[in-house]
């Protein structure tokens, strides 16, 4: 290695190569230079460092979400000469998000309105140009339902969870457990857009009053939220976003109970039901609960919001006088479906959740059967498994668009035929919308 002499017969060996790095370290070098060795490095054209903006990097997909978009990108090769020290991706809509790499997730966008983005690199020469913009993407409300436990029609019970993607068609997926084997849990869905309740119901022989809870979103086991204040089964449940409301059941026909959903701990009183209720459905508004399923044709209603006792809302039509059935909601129209009482029909029926009257009719199923799951997004209304006047429990799902009337079509199959008045709970029902 050669050496360099200096004053006082200082010793160094030769300096380095100036190095292009980011922030303070910029144009770092080692070494002491000699004047002739600092004008051959400027005359190579090695020092100062060439340093400008970075090329502009290449989006390769976006993934919406709720009120988020996830923008993945690669780099540009052309770095300008040093290190790039940040990326910006930025909504059409003026939401930003910055990262040291990809992806960037942008937040506080408005559901439902189409956005497209851009994003940019960072040195400490400058910022980059603006990618060429993504494809429209349009942030929702997730739509995922989930079923929990139920039985089959030999008796066989069940502790598992399970979930399908309410907005595709297709088989459910496993998510885990319930902490025992259920039936006969609350029917409807008592869920926020993020956490699930699972109340009541029954084991091989007895009764319980266990409120469990899952995050939608996840998969895993259930824990323990609090207590119903009595054991039973077969009861309805709804909810709005923030409040879940448990009606009648086999233990404690007339009493309703309620919860708030983020936060743990045992229900409250909340009033009466019209009558002995139970093996009824809810469906819900954000402002309304809808009761109905106890082998007659009444339906009930209460403001969820309030406390007080239910009222009377109209009755079903054409002689349906439902034990059971499945029922779904986009906040605005709920419909029912099915019936395990002797008949085990096709019917469907539908109602305008903010008015009161008669129910109307809506279209068959593919299959006559009764003790339903059912589970619901803005769009759609998916009715799962339960029974058939054969003795023969299934594990089919039949799916709707509840803004139209029509039959249902194929939507996918359960993991089995333990699918029996299973518990249910969904991330963007009618009580949510």
Not at 123 to 135: P, R, V
Not at 151 to 160: A, I, K, L
Request: aromatic residues 8%; contains cysteine; proline residues 3%.
């Amino acid at each position: 290695m050669s050496k360099t002499r200096f004053f006082g017969n200082l010793i160094k060996t030769n300096p380095t190569l100036p190095t292009a790095n980011s922030s303070s370290a910029y144009g770092t070098a080692t070494g002491i230079w000699t004047l002739e060795e600092a004008g051959a490095f400027r005359a190579s054209g090695d020092w100062p460092v060439p340093a400008s903006p970075p090329g502009a990097p290449t989006i390769t997909g976006v993934t919406s979400g709720n009120t988020q978009v996830i923008v993945a990108f690669n780099a540009n090769a052309d770095d300008g000469g040093l290190d790039v020290s940040s990326f910006t991706a930025t909504a059409s809509s003026g939401q930003t998000a910055s990262g040291s790499s990809s992806p960037l997730t942008v937040t506080s966008l408005t559901n439902d309105s189409a956005v497209t983005f851009t994003v940019t690199a960072t040195n400490a020469s400058g910022t980059s140009s603006a990618s060429s913009a993504s494809d429209s993407v349009t942030p929702e409300l997730p739509q995922r339902g989930l079923f929990a436990g139920g039985e089959r029609n030999s008796g066989q019970v069940t502790n598992v969870i399970q979930y399908i993607n309410i907005k595709s068609t297709g088989n459910a997926t496993d998510f885990g457990d319930l902490h025992e084997a259920y039936s006969k849990l609350g029917a409807g869905c008592a869920s926020s857009s993020t956490r699930a309740l699972f109340a009541g119901g029954r084991d091989s022989s007895s009764n319980n009053s266990h409120i469990e809870y899952v995050s939608i979103f996840s998969t895993g086991n259930a824990q323990d939220f609090g207590d119903l204040n009595y054991d039973k089964y077969s009861l309805g449940q709804c909810s709005s976003s923030t409040r879940a409301v448990f009606y009648g059941g086999i233990g404690h026909l007339t009493g309703i109970d309620y919860v708030t959903i983020a936060s743990l701990g045992n229900a409250t009183n909340f009033g009466n039901t019209t009558g002995t209720t139970y093996e009824e459905t809810g469906i819900s508004s954000p402002t309304r609960g809808i009761f109905a399923g106890s082998g007659n044709a009444s339906i009930d209603y209460i403001t969820i919001a309030s406390t007080g006792n239910a009222a009377d809302f109209g009755d079903f039509v054409s002689s349906y006088s439902p034990r059971a059935p499945g029922g779904v909601s986009n906040g605005t129209r709920g419909v029912y479906a099915g019936d395990h009482d002797y008949s085990y029909v096709n019917t469907m029926q539908y109602i305008t959740i903010a008015s009161t009257g008669n129910a109307a009719d809506f279209g068959d199923q593919s299959q006559g059967r009764g003790k339903l799951g059912s589970v619901s997004s803005p769009a759609r209304g998916v009715f799962a498994g339960g029974g058939r006047v054969s003795g023969a429990s299934v594990n089919i799902m039949d799916y709707i668009t509840i803004a139209s009337t029509g039959n249902a079509s194929d939507f996918g199959d359960l993991l089995s035929t333990d699918s029996e008045l299973m518990g249910s709970g969904a991330s963007g029902h009618g009580g949510i919308a």
